[in-house]
């Protein structure tokens, strides 16, 4: 069975960081693009970075604006995980975060290709809540 089960999220104050994990299994790993997206309460799913397939020797990262120069997308190709370190978190960070195995890393991520129109696999998110 294909899975993708995120972790880590929790409660942090303004200012704050979180690790999530992207953990996959029944799959080939190291043949996809793992994005990182949120969907907040009343807005769109928005991607926040994504990292392209493991497999390679020079994986790249991308991130649209608003997250740049605060989370920080890696993996472990041992470990079948990704990893997304979340630094000076905001309230309008609040949001459930979910991982996905994609083709490759599209325009909602901050790169310059199209979108993959359709993810190969979703996790069922985690939350993270940002206090003011």
């Known amino acids: 069975e294909v899975q993708l089960v995120e972790s880590g999220g929790g409660l942090v104050q303004a200012g704050g960081s979180l690790r999530l994990s992207c953990a996959g299994s029944g799959f080939t790993f190291d043949d996809y693009a793992i994005g990182w997206s949120r969907q907040a309460p009343g807005k769109e799913r928005e991607g926040v970075s994504c990292i392209s397939a493991s497999g390679g020797n020079h994986p790249t990262t991308y991130y649209p604006d608003f997250v740049k120069g605060r989370f920080i997308v890696s993996s472990d190709n041992a470990k079948n995980t990704v990893y997304l370190q979340m630094n000076s978190l905001k309230p309008e960070d609040t949001a459930v975060y979910y991982c996905?195995?994609?083709?490759?890393?599209?325009?909602?991520?901050?790169?310059?290709?199209?979108?993959?129109?359709?993810?190969?696999?979703w996790g069922k998110g985690t939350l993270v809540t940002v206090s003011s």
């Open positions: 996905s195995a994609e083709r490759w890393c599209g325009r909602r991520y901050g790169s310059k290709l199209p979108d993959d129109p359709g993810a190969e696999y």
